[in-house]
């Protein structure tokens, strides 16, 4: 029903999918099928509800322009990407939650098998310029995703902003910058240091 509601409007530009009550399951069944969208905001943050809802997600968007993606990373991604430009990710492991105070060393000896494949999503934004990703996505753990980073030498990608408030997932980040040969522009915003026992906001901007 709720794909049914979305086909039926033909002239459907921007769609926000939030989903926060901890009770339910999301009536979202994984699936955005639209020749009209242009912007695409998702936020599925409730693990055990999300995988009661749905284990794989389908884009088909093939007018896609802007894309904020905010959830627990699925199983499998089929995605049409075609014209999409920025994009925002704040992806997680299913596990995540339970190991936030990790390092990437601590996660080194992990067991590898994982809930979790972001490959296709990420091989499906060759055309972005502009993208925002959250570090937690680049950890060790996430080995799905650093498999998707070698295709980073043929994007279009020539901004790249990162965001942590985690020691988590800095030891990937050598890997995309490499693979990164169209970069202009790299922000990394560290959301909370200590530094003389405060805490500050930090923006370290640097141009290539």
Not at 105 to 122: P, R, S
Request: proline residues 2%; negative net charge; charged residues 25%.
């Amino acid at each position: 029903m709720y794909q049914d509601f979305i086909s039926g409007c033909h002239v459907l530009e921007e769609l926000f999918l939030h989903y926060d009550n901890d009770s339910r399951c999301p009536a979202w069944n994984g699936l955005v099928s639209s020749p009209s969208i242009k912007r695409l905001n998702i936020y599925h943050n409730l693990p055990e509800l999300r995988l009661k809802a749905y284990d794989e997600c389908w884009f088909k968007t093939r007018s896609l322009i802007y894309l904020e993606y905010s959830s627990y990373v699925t199983e499998k991604y089929v995605v049409d990407f075609g014209s999409l430009v920025e994009a925002r990710l704040d992806l997680r492991l299913i596990d995540d939650d339970e190991n936030e105070n990790e390092s990437d060393e601590d996660e080194a000896g992990e067991d590898e098998n994982v809930f979790g494949d972001v490959k296709d999503l990420v091989k499906g934004m060759i055309n972005v310029k502009t993208l925002h990703l959250s570090l937690i996505l680049l950890s060790n753990k996430s080995r799905c995703f650093t498999c998707g980073v070698i295709q980073f030498r043929y994007f279009k990608t020539s901004s790249l902003y990162f965001e942590s408030d985690k020691e988590r997932g800095w030891q990937v980040v050598p890997l995309l910058l490499n693979n990164s040969p169209n970069l202009e522009t790299l922000v990394i915003k560290v959301l909370s240091i200590s530094f003389d026992n405060l805490t500050h906001t930090h923006n370290l901007i640097f141009l290539c």
